[in-house]
């Protein structure tokens, strides 16, 4: 039986300043220092703005604190004429472990197309980035599809072509959950996290679809985490607007 570790994450967006971050991983690292969180038995990252990565690295390195850091996103080149994008080699070199990709705020307000997400999400594995890959329905596509459907395509066009032996994970994002204060149910979460460890069976095989965390985000705070983290197919969480609150996004991490 495969064991995954259960990965909750923190989105922060646009928030935060360098010194900011800096106070803020700090105290998060106090709130939560203590046995089962130095052993691991919970992971716990942080996604700053660019600006950020270079400080929390920095402060992470020096204090052996155990989070894992990430980006909000990569650029799907490596290097070249592409002002005010960020290759997946400078993430790397700044050891960031993990990128968001697709998140729908870049859906949204930047165009990514499931091809640009495919593209980021080859440049991240290329470079030894976990991409974070979000997936999810708007209110609309629910009213007309269902939940699965739409994340389901595009998650089947996000893994085209991708190394079954790569570390991905995955996150069921459903628009309307976002910062809505509207958490999906335990139950559509579990329905459609089944659903995408389903993609991943079908398109990288089944080693993969049991190692890879499936993540879900929309709405997650500290008093509905343990009704999604007690569903079989959700190893974790994806946190906007709580990760911003070290006692909040604490108390998420320390669900069971
Ligand atoms: C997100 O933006 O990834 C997210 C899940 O936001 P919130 O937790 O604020 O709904």
């Not at 472990?97 to 999400?121: F, L, Q």
């Amino acid at each position: 039986v495969v064991t995954r570790t259960p990965l909750i994450a923190g989105n922060w967006k646009m928030n935060l300043d360098h010194l900011q971050a800096v106070a803020f991983v700090q105290k998060l690292h106090w709130t939560l220092k203590d046995a089962k969180f130095e052993a691991g038995a919970v992971e716990v990252a942080v996604f700053p703005p660019f600006t950020n990565i270079r400080s929390v690295q920095t402060l992470i390195d020096a204090d052996k604190i155990p989070f894992s850091l990430g980006a909000q996103d990569v650029s799907a080149h490596e290097s070249g004429a592409y002002t005010g994008e960020i290759s997946g080699l400078f993430l790397h070199k700044l050891k960031c472990g993990y990128v968001i990709i697709g998140h729908s705020e870049r859906r949204e307000y930047h165009n990514e197309t499931d091809e640009i997400v495919a593209a980021k999400v080859k440049a991240a594995i290329k470079h030894s980035l976990v991409p974070v890959i979000c997936v999810g329905e708007t209110a609309e596509d629910l009213e007309k599809h269902g939940a699965s459907a739409v994340p389901v395509a595009q998650l089947r066009v996000a893994l085209d072509g991708v190394d079954p032996k790569a570390d991905i994970v995955v996150a069921y994002e459903p628009v309307w959950a976002i910062g809505s204060g509207q958490a999906a149910t335990p139950t559509q979460a579990q329905d459609v996290c089944k659903a995408l460890r389903g993609v991943i069976a079908e398109t990288l095989g089944d080693e993969a679809a049991s190692r890879t965390r499936v993540l879900y985000g929309g709405s997650v705070k500290a008093n509905n985490i343990a009704s999604f983290m007690r569903e079989p197919d959700v190893d974790g969480a994806l946190v906007g607007g709580a990760s911003l609150v070290v006692d909040e996004f604490a108390a998420i991490a320390r669900f069971p």
